[in-house]
Every structure is written in structure tokens, then in C-alpha cells.
């Protein structure tokens, strides 16, 4: 098989401890659907989902039907998935005929669903997400009442499989007072069902940040995305948990994520000369760099020019001039065991030595999950142990 220029490892073990500790955290009742939306926040659906599942994890949420049928491909017929953004119209039947949940957020779904529902002769699977104050997407408290109704008549063509909204904010203790505010009107969202004695199959709000820092937003089910990769929500999150633990440091969640590529190519730089493309770089010294196989094109941010590293040997190459599209060169001067073909890391650990997607995040201004949800679907991803 022809080979691309980058390979990505997904570690299953560090996939297994995150997953426990999340379950220890959300006891034991509570569903975790783990969010895979943007290619499973670049980690790659298709080998990610089999994955997960080894470690018993039986519900997918997706941000489209697209996404939904990614998943559907690759899944065990038992598992759930449920698609929290956008459904065209013409996607409905194919998610009511594959047991496919979905979020409605606006009443004028509920009558194109039971349509489709009541030409399939199946009943369709809703999630009612209702506005609580992220003013994204949301059904405003206007609404409520007359699909509650709607439901109601209709319950044998479409189940009111969930209530949710989403917290606009969780990860920063700033915004404790939007994010409680956004829970009570939740609790008054709740309270109307009750008033109408019809009841949601399941309850459910928290992302990773309120499911591992806010053990009152934990209902039926818990969303996680971000955490279940090994990245904690943000520092206050990660803080709060060495908090309650009582402890300076705590390497609880592990990144199951690593990058690699090969050395393309070894040259020798004289003194003066100009490395890559415009004048970005002057060599010093007499240099050797090292060629790689790969660029923006690839995921690989151009802002890390002249400051990012990569691993070799199980030290560190510095990035020397610009990042082209597809190659860039490592100054490997102080690596004299350096040659063709030795693999490289551009994420990951090797030997003693780790280089961390913040590394990125905090030199080119891009989220950890922005960084991640870039890498090209191309990009092979394997499962290693």
C-alpha cells in the first residue's frame, strides 16, 4: 500500500484510563456518549469508534447527519447516535430507518418529522434542546408548550427521546453565574414537562468541563468530548480536580493522540546561505537540517515557522524558516545519529522527551481542539496498545 507522508497513533490504553476516570467521576449510572463531531476532534471516526467501543462505550454524538452516518458505518448494530446540529430535511427518513436520535431545536421540525415517521411506519427519536441562554441554537420558551402538546398527541410516531441544552462557557469559573442561570431555566424547561405529565427518556446538559467539575449538571446522560482525548477542559477545571483530590499534580486524563512522519531528506547548509523560502532564515554556523515530508496542507501550522520543534532521537529539532505546504526542515546539527527514513515525532513522546498539542496551541493562538479538528481526514490513523 502507498504510504502518506504522516501516520497518527491512537493509544488504546490512555483511551481506557480516561474513560474510568471520567466514570468516576459521573458515577455510575449516568450515560457517557462520547462526542466525535469534526472527524472525533481529529483523532479520525472510523478507527476511533471501534475504539471506544472496546472500552464499552455504547452512544455517539455527531454535529451532522453526515457525521452520523460516519459513525453508523463503522459501529455495533446496538449502539446509539444522536446528531446535536444540523439535519437537512432529506436526511430525516434515513435517520428515523436507522434508530438515529436527533436534536430538534425549533417547533417547525416536529410536523416534517412525524411525516416521515408516519411514511416509514417507524417512530422517529427527538431530543427537544431548548434555549437556556447560549443563544445558539435552542428552542425559545415561547415554543415549548405547543411541543409539548405536539408530543404528547403523538408519542406513538415520535419519542420524546430527550431534553437537553447546551452551557455556553462551562470551562471558565467566570462564567458560573451564565452557567447557573442556563441550569434553572433547564429546571423550568423540566418542570413544565412535569406540569404536563410527560417525561423525556433522557436528561441531559453537561459537556466534559460541567460532567468533571459540576456534579449537579450530571442527569440521565453526559456529553464528552474533549476530555475522553486526554485534555482537560482548561486549567480551572484541571485545578479544581487537583482540588478535590488534594494533590499538586495529577496525571489522571492521558492524550491517546500522537503524530509521526520520516525523514525525508539530510543536507549540509553553509554558513550564510538562506534556508527555504524568502529570507526568513539565515544560517550562523555551518548547519545539517533535516527534511520533512509535510506542511500546512497537512495540518502542520504554518505560525510554528522558526519556533516550533519536532522530536528526533529523542530530542529536540528546531523548525528553521518558513512552513511550505508540504515541506519543512528541522535544524538536526546537535543529532548526529540522525538519518534517512528515522521516524519523527511532530506530537507525541519519544524517549524521555514530549511535545504537546499546547506547544502548538500556545505559539500559533489555535485552540487544542482547533488544532486537532484540522488534521486532514487523510491522514491514516492506527490503534496502537
Request: overall charge positive; some cysteine.
Amino acid at each position: 500500500m502507498v504510504k502518506h507522508s504522516s501516520r497518527i497513533e491512537l493509544k488504546q490504553s490512555a483511551y481506557k484510563n480516561n474513560v474510568n476516570f471520567i466514570r468516576k467521576k459521573i458515577g455510575d449510572h449516568a450515560i457517557l456518549s462520547s462526542v466525535v463531531k469534526a472527524n472525533a476532534y481529529g483523532h479520525g471516526i472510523e478507527t476511533f469508534v471501534p475504539m471506544a467501543e472496546k472500552c464499552g462505550i455504547k452512544h455517539f454524538s455527531v454535529a451532522s447527519a453526515f457525521e452520523a452516518e460516519e459513525v453508523h458505518n463503522v459501529c455495533s448494530p446496538e449502539t446509539e447516535i444522536m446528531i446535536m446540529g444540523i439535519m437537512y430535511e432529506e436526511d430525516i427518513p434515513w435517520a428515523i430507518e436507522n434508530d438515529v436520535s436527533f436534536f430538534v431545536y425549533n417547533y417547525d421540525r416536529l410536523p416534517k418529522t412525524l411525516a416521515a415517521a408516519k411514511k416509514i411506519g417507524k417512530p422517529a427519536k427527538v431530543h427537544i434542546e431548548v434555549e437556556t441562554g447560549a443563544n445558539r441554537t435552542g428552542m425559545q420558551k415561547s415554543e415549548f408548550p405547543k411541543t409539548l402538546n405536539f408530543l404528547l398527541k403523538n408519542k406513538e410516531h415520535v419519542i420524546f427521546e430527550g431534553l437537553c441544552t447546551h452551557f455556553g462557557g462551562a470551562e471558565s469559573r467566570s462564567n458560573d453565574f451564565k452557567i447557573e442561570m442556563q441550569h434553572k431555566r433547564y429546571k423550568d424547561f423540566l418542570k413544565q414537562c412535569r406540569d404536563k405529565k410527560i417525561t423525556p427518556n433522557l436528561k441531559h446538559i453537561a459537556c466534559s468541563a460541567a460532567a468533571l467539575a459540576m456534579p449537579d449538571t450530571v442527569y440521565d446522560m453526559v456529553r464528552i468530548g474533549v476530555a475522553q482525548y486526554g485534555f482537560w477542559p482548561s486549567p480551572e477545571i484541571y485545578y479544581a480536580h487537583l482540588n478535590e483530590v488534594n494533590k499538586k499534580a495529577d496525571a489522571a486524563l492521558k492524550r491517546i493522540f500522537s503524530w509521526k512522519t520520516d525523514i525525508m531528506d539530510i543536507r549540509d547548509v553553509q554558513q550564510g546561505e538562506f534556508i527555504g523560502y524568502g529570507t526568513a532564515f539565515q544560517a550562523t554556523h555551518q548547519m545539517k537540517i533535516a527534511v520533512m515530508p509535510l506542511g500546512y496542507s497537512n495540518g502542520y501550522p504554518r505560525a510554528l515557522s522558526n519556533r516550533g520543534h519536532v522530536l528526533i532521537d529523542g530530542k529536540k529539532a528546531p523548525i528553521v524558516g518558513l512552513i511550505n505546504m508540504n515541506l519543512f526542515m528541522v535544524d538536526i546539527s546537535h543529532i548526529p545519529v540522525a538519518k534517512i527514513g528515522d521516524e519523527v515525532v511532530l506530537i507525541g513522546r519519544q524517549n524521555n522527551n514530549v511535545i504537546n498539542v499546547s506547544s502548538f496551541t500556545n505559539s500559533t493562538q489555535l485552540l487544542n481542539n482547533e488544532m486537532l479538528s484540522r488534521l486532514p481526514s487523510v491522514i491514516p490513523r492506527t490503534v496502537v496498545r
